[in-house]
């Protein structure tokens, strides 16, 4: 029985087909690669509060988040205050985690006091040259990697919370700095 969500019945990465959400997302940015210090903040904590929860919760929430992070432009988000996490924990369209929404201001704040050569530069400094292999299937994607590993760690030496191994590697997949498309995956290059 055909995927009501694949409608055009290409065949995609296995987890991309259980919502349209998903679809669309899929199709139109996961792999891609993705540049810009707004762009990368925004994927990083939006990976940082995917964290223990679905990431179509985080999709749906999305813009939502934009509003509430100022378009996750980094001077506006370095300089929210107690008063914006009082705002933040009331917003009903975001995931209200104080730990999460403290650990992205205080990401914001971490870039612009340790990261001079800039967040564009640092994050694709750690993707893999040359390419890994494409998984075959989606049991030979991993969790983590080598260089999500030691994105991580000198994420957290400069100051960033929220941002271990598994998260690192997440955000390298949704930005194309790996590309994690099955082989059968229309998407696959």
Known sequence: MPNPTNVDERPRCGWATAAPEYVDYHDTEWGTPLHGEAPLFERLSLEAFQSGLSWLIILRKRPAFRT??????VDTVA????????????????????????ATIANARAIRDAVPEGLDELLWSFAPVPPAARPASLTDV???STASVAMAKEL????????????????????????DHVATCWRAS
């Open 79 to 102: 300089g929210f205050d107690d008063g914006d996490v009082a705002r933040l924990l009331g917003d009903p369209g975001i995931v209200r985690n104080r730990a999460k929404i403290e």
């Open 142 to 144: 991993p969790a983590t």
């Open 156 to 179: 957290k030496r400069r100051g960033l919370k929220f941002v271990g191994p598994t998260t690192a590697y997440a955000l390298m997949q949704a930005t194309g700095m790996v590309d």
């Open 68 to 73: 509430a992070f100022a378009d996750f432009d």
